[in-house]
């Protein structure tokens, strides 16, 4: 089965596709990449 395998996170049936989407994506309105600042520059020889 491919779920054993990682390639498949959960199964969700039809009517709850819906619930499960607005939820993702309200969480993701949310989220904020933080960008790391540089550690070494970029010095042309």
């Known amino acids: 089965m491919k779920e054993a395998h990682g390639y498949i996170d ?4 039809p009517s709850h596709t819906r619930a499960r989407l607005i939820k993702a994506l309200e969480m993701l309105e949310t989220k904020h990449d933080e960008i790391p600042k540089k550690k070494h520059g970029n010095i042309p020889p």
Not at 10 to 13: N, S, V
């Open 10 to 13: 959960d199964i969700i049936t």
